[in-house]
């Protein structure tokens, strides 16, 4: 089902700017280096717009706002070049400048697709706070319950943003404004490491990069290469007695050793 985005990944090699914070910016440039993509962490406002320029796809991650401005330019150069752009709205909802900040982003940037844990998303739709700093509250997890509710907030962002909309968890949900897809790979230690999900923000630009014509199933691939690479790291971590900073590189090892076999295989995927 994925196996010719994945091919595209490494065979154009695109070359992904990432504006992100300091906490998870080394996993993020070699989760790139192992689905093959090529990662630049560019910054600073005098040169944003050069290095957007010769890139295929660009990173905005909230996490540690250095310099919104630099964030906008970059933003601004790469709707120009209608090259995907993809909005990690880290901690969104716990405080007045990630909400102000948010707001700003979605009125002026047109975003390929919006990447964010269940109460990150919930505050861009609803304005709720209910984040617990960077990581989801346990009261917003998605369960069988409220899974339709879920769908229908997931679908009207994207109505309203023009963006694929990926909300990740113990189950992931995908969806623009008609489809969705529910993923259910990965593993709960995913949660304990800090950076799986700015990883996967960044790992869904490359994949959309490499094919910017197919975002839904790209953002989708994406997912399902995280979750199951997830449960392949996890099960590593249990072969050699390790821990979760282990866990951590088996996670990069089993990216860099995917194929679409490999994910075909234990792939949980719905359409909703
Ligand atoms: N309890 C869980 N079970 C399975 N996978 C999980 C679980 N928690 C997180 N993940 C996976 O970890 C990755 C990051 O998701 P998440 O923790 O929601 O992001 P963030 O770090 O931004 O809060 C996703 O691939 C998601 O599927
Ligand atoms: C802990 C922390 N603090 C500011 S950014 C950040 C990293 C968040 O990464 P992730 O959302 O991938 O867990
Ligand atoms: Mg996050």
Redesign the pocket.
């Known amino acids: 089902m994925f196996s010719d985005i994945m091919k595209n990944v490494k065979a154009k090699s695109p070359l992904i700017n990432v504006i992100t914070n300091f906490v998870t910016v080394n996993d993020c440039a070699n989760i790139l280096l192992a689905a093959g993509a090529s990662p630049c962490m560019a910054y600073d406002i005098r040169e944003v717009e050069d290095i957007v320029s010769i890139s295929q796809g660009l990173v905005i991650n909230l996490g540690a706002i250095e310099d919104d401005r630099a964030m906008l330019l970059s933003t601004k150069k790469a709707n120009e070049m209608k090259i995907p752009v993809i909005f990690d709205p880290?901690a969104a909802g716990a405080s007045r400048l990630r909400n102000d900040l948010c707001t700003e982003f979605l009125q002026n940037v047109k975003f390929s697709v919006i990447r964010?844990?269940i109460s990150e998303i919930k505050s861009l739709a609803l304005g709720s706070s209910t984040t617990k700093g960077?990581?989801?509250a346990d009261a917003d997890e998605i369960t069988e319950n409220n899974i339709s509710e879920v769908v229908k907030m997931a679908k009207s962002l994207s109505e309203k943003t023009g963006s694929v909309i990926a909300i990740?968890?113990?189950t992931?949900v995908v969806a623009d404004h008609q489809r969705a897809y529910i993923i259910k790979?990965?593993?709960?230690m995913?949660?304990l490491i800090t950076g799986?999900?700015?990883m996967?923000t960044t790992l869904i630009c490359a994949y959309c990069a490499a094919n910017p014509d197919r975002i839904f199933e790209s953002t989708a691939a994406a997912?399902c290469t995280?979750?199951v690479c997830?449960e392949y790291a996890y099960q590593k971590t249990i072969d050699t007695d390790t821990g979760t900073s282990s866990f951590r590189n088996y996670l990069i090892d089993y990216v860099s050793k995917l194929d679409s076999e490999m994910i075909e295989e234990r792939m949980k995927l719905e359409v909703y």
């Open positions: 880290v964010g844990n960077v990581d989801a990740s968890g113990k992931d790979n990965g593993h709960p995913m949660a799986s999900g700015c996967l997912v995280m979750g997830g």
